[in-house]
C-alpha cells in the first residue's frame, strides 16, 4: 500500500481548455479518497492523471516518495477499475482475473493461488468457469475488482464503477466496496457523482467543481461545515436551502421572514450587520415552528420521513420532517430553522 | 516439485482448458494435411484411378472431422473424446500400410522406365507424416485422459471435503 502526493496538478488539454486547476492532495497511506462533483468538474480527469492514463501538464504525482509524474502507466503499479469493468468477453473470469499476471510471467501455481484468494474475497468462486456475459452487472463489477486485486497494486482507482447497476445492486456493490477497503486496508481513490456513495464509503471527500478542488475534508465536515455555497448546495439530499437575508438588529431579515440570532450566532455575524448574506438551512433542520410562513406545494411521504416541498414567497424551499405527514396541497404552515449556516454573498465562501 | 505444488497444478485443471491436447491435436491435422497434399502428388501412371482413391478421401475427411471434434472434447476435459483421438492415432500408423506402402513396393512403367509408384523420398515424408500426425494425436490423447482422471480426483476430493466440513 501506498502514500500519495498531488502537488498543484494542472491538466491543460491541446485545444487549450483546462479541466483541472491546481489539484493539491495527501492521501495516507490505507485512506480511502473519494473525488465527488458535478459531471464535467474534472474528477476524472484528476483520476485519469494519476492512472497515467493522461499526461499531467503542470504539478506533480508522487507515489511513496517517488515522482511518477512522467512515468508510463504499467510501472506506477495502479490498478483501476473502470465504470464499463472492461472484461475481456472471450475469457472465462479466472483468466480475466489472472490475464494481468500471465502479462507479467508469474508462475502459474502462483497465479492460480492469487485468483482464488480474491475469488474468495469477492465471492466469486462459484462463477469462475463463466464468461463475462453470463453474469450480472454487479458480478462483472467484481470480477473487474478481483482483476485490481490480484495484482496487489500500491493504489486502487475507481471510476464511478457502480453507475452502470439498478440502485439495488448499486447499495449492495457499495457495502462490498466498503468491505474489500476494510479487509485489504489498501489505498483507494474513488470518483463519483453520487453523494450518497462518497457519503458512505469515503475516509475523506474531495469535493470538486468547475476543475477546481471545493473542499477537503471528512464526509461530517463537508456535512456539517461546507466551505461554500457549492459544497453546502451539492452534498446533502435534497440539496440546502439558501436565501438571501439582511443582518439586521441580532436578526437575519428578508421580505419574507425574520429569524432570531443567538449570541453565539451575532458574534459570527458581526463583521456582516447590515449587509447582505446568503442562509442557508438544510431540508433536515426545517421543523414545524413559528418563524417563516410557508405553502405547501407538494408532499412526498417516504415511510421514515416526509419531503415538504413549499412556497415562501416565490422561493422553493424543502422540508424534511420526521415521520408520516399529512399536509394539504396549499395549506399554510409555519416552519422554524433549526440549524443554520452562513455564506458571505461575494465570496460564496462559508462564514466562520 | 512439493506435494503443495502438485495439488495446485491438479486444482489448476478446473479452471483451464486442457489446450497442450487441443494444440497437439491441430498438429495432428497438420501433418495429416500434409500427408494428404503430397499423396497424389506425383504423376503414377492412373495407378491410384480405382476405389482407393474415394476411400482415402472419405477416410481423409473423417479423419479431419473426428480430429477437430475431439479436440474442442478434449480441450473440455471429455475423456470419450481424448479416447477417439488415441483411435484415430493409431489408424494413422495403418493408413502407412495402406496406400504408401503399396504404391512404394508396386512397379509401374513411366517414360519406359521402370519405377516404384510412389518414389522413395515420398514414401518417406508420408511416413514421416503420418507417423508424427499418430504420435500428435496419441499424445494428445492419453493427457486427455490422464488430466480428465484427475481432475475427476480433484473434484472428488473437494466434495470430499465439503461433506467433512
Sequence with gaps: MAELSLRNLDKIYDNNVQAVFGFNLDVKDGEFIVLVGPSGCGKSTTLRMVAGLEDISNGQLIIDGNDVTRMPPKDRDIAMVFQNYALYGHMSVYENMAFSLVLRKESKNVIHQKVLAAAEILGLTDQLNKKPGQLSGGQRQRVAMGRAIVRNPKVFLFDEPLSNLDAKLRGSTRREIMLLHKRLKATMIYVTHDQTEALTLADRIVCMSMGYVQQVGTPLELYNTPANIFVASFIGLPPMNLFDVKVEDGKLKNDLFEVSLDSEQQNLLKDYVGKEIVLGVRPENIEPGSDVKATVVNVENLGQNTLVHMHVGAKRVVGKFRGWCKYNINEEITVSFNKMHFFDKETTNAIR | ?165
Design chain 2, 1 to 165: 516439485m512439493t506435494n503443495e505444488d502438485k495439488i495446485i497444478r491438479k486444482d489448476r485443471l478446473r479452471f483451464e482448458k486442457n489446450k497442450l491436447s487441443s494444440g497437439l491435436t491441430y498438429l495432428a491435422i497438420l501433418f495429416n494435411v500434409f500427408y494428404f497434399v503430397n499423396l497424389y502428388a506425383f504423376y503414377n501412371n492412373n495407378y491410384y484411378y480405382n476405389i482407393k482413391i474415394g476411400a482415402s478421401i472419405v477416410y481423409n475427411l473423417l479423419f479431419l472431422l473426428f480430429a477437430f471434434l475431439s479436440s474442442e472434447g478434449v480441450k473440455n476435459y471429455k475423456i470419450n473424446m481424448s479416447i477417439i483421438l488415441i483411435v484415430i492415432g493409431v489408424l494413422q500408423i495403418v493408413r502407412i500400410f495402406y496406400i504408401p506402402l503399396q504404391a512404394h513396393s508396386t512397379m509401374v512403367i513411366i517414360d519406359q522406365v521402370e519405377r516404384p509408384v510412389m518414389l522413395t523420398g515420398q514414401f518417406i515424408f508420408e511416413v514421416l507424416c503420418l507417423i508424427a500426425s499418430c504420435v500428435s494425436a496419441v499424445v494428445a490423447g492419453a493427457f486427455g485422459v490422464i488430466r480428465t482422471l484427475q481432475l475427476k480426483s480433484r473434484y472428488a476430493e473437494i466434495e470430499a471435503e465439503k461433506n467433512n466440513a
